[in-house]
């Protein structure tokens, strides 16, 4: 299950991780979040030595979504060495989900 952060923590589970990080921007009420939810948690397990996954509740974080200029929910940054390299938005399959992450990974 990925670990919710918030701004507080960000720079710690994020921004200095070693490992490549995907953070999903989502809201409690979105359909479209919850449909994800189950994508990202089998990309977490296939990839857990390989990658971390977070999310970011943007009722909650509105200023982390702000700074990261992140308007609809879901929204996916890829994240590398402290540095977003990716980013998608909306709902997604999990093929294209992880023709990213192996992307990243390269």
Known sequence: MA???????????????????????????CIPCKQLSPILGGI?????????????????????AGKYQVMASPTILFFKD??????????????ELEGKVKSILE
């Open 82 to 95: 402290g540095k977003e390299v990716d980013r998608i938005r909306g709902l997604v399959k999990r093929p």
């Open 44 to 64: 977490e397990d296939d990839y857990e030595d390989q990658v971390k996954v977070v999310k970011v509740n943007v009722n909650f974080d509105a200023d982390l």
């Open 3 to 29: 670990k919710r952060v918030g701004t507080a923590e960000f720079e710690a589970e994020v921004l200095k991780e070693k490992l490549p990080v995907i953070v999903e921007f989502y809201s409690d009420s």
